[in-house]
């Protein structure tokens, strides 16, 4: 049987921008992906904090070390600045691999760096 299960998670990042003329997505300082072990162009659910929304869209890299947390396109409507979002992923695997895998938790700092 194959389940899903959390894989990766940013705990209470910060949104720095919102471009609603941009194509879609939500762009991401690459250091904060790289901790969490995600990728650009992965599927993504974005919780926000402030206003209960909850979005799927996907990943673009952003500046390594630059802090960058962005919703483009239609997410831009799911947050304003400052908000507080947790960045969510998810991978399906065999049940039996499931009970002993460990997700990579994120809790970013100020600025949302590491």
Request: hydrophobic letters at 40%; one cysteine or more.
């Amino acid at each position: 049987m194959q389940i899903e299960i959390l894989k990766s998670k940013i705990h209470r990042a910060a949104i720095t921008e919102a471009n609603l003329n941009y194509v879609g997505s939500l762009t991401l300082d690459e250091g904060l992906m790289e901790a969490a072990n995600l990728i650009e162009n992965e599927k993504i659910q974005i919780v926000n904090v402030n206003n209960g929304s909850r979005i799927e869209t996907y990943l673009i890299k952003g500046k390594k070390g630059s802090g960058v947390c962005c919703l483009n396109g239609p997410a831009a409507r799911h947050g304003a600045v400052g908000d507080i979002i947790i960045i969510i992923s998810y991978a399906t695997m065999d049940f039996e691999a499931a009970k002993t895998f460990k997700p990579q938790i994120v809790f970013p700092k100020e600025g949302n760096l590491l």
